[in-house]
């Protein structure tokens, strides 16, 4: 079964930065579109960015400009840079094929503090 393991969060002050990295157990980049989603408490869990097999990346109107997704296919990571965070950016983050696809990983908790 595939492993999807985030890492990388912290609490940071508004405006901060952090890249979020996701380690994949299999060489599953070829074969599935990824994305980064999130989930605050109390809210349904939502994606914040996709990358496509060919690298088209796509984001919320919410993140755009802000967040930028990337790939090292050869590690298997999935990267989430995070820049001018913004306290309602506070929520757990987790990486996914597009379709959700594998088991959720533990997922890795960003807080944002203005």
């Known amino acids: 079964q595939v492993q999807l393991v985030e890492s990388g969060g912290g609490l940071v002050q508004s405006g901060g930065s952090l890249r979020l990295s996701c380690t994949v157990s299999?060489?599953?980049?070829?074969?599935?579109?990824m994305g980064w989603y999130r989930q605050a408490p109390g809210q349904q869990r939502e994606l914040v960015a996709g990358?496509?097999?060919?690298?088209?990346?796509n984001y919320p109107d919410s993140v755009k400009g802000r967040f930028t997704i990337s790939r090292e296919n050869v590690k298997n990571t999935l990267h989430l840079q995070m820049n001018d965070l913004k306290p309602e950016d506070t929520a757990v983050y987790y990486c996914?094929?597009?379709?959700?696809?594998?088991?959720w990983g533990q997922g890795t908790q960003v807080t944002v503090s203005s």
């Open positions: 996914n094929t597009g379709h959700t696809v594998f088991p």
């Open positions: 299999e060489s599953i980049f070829d074969t599935f579109p």
């Open positions: 990358i496509s097999l060919g690298s088209i990346t």
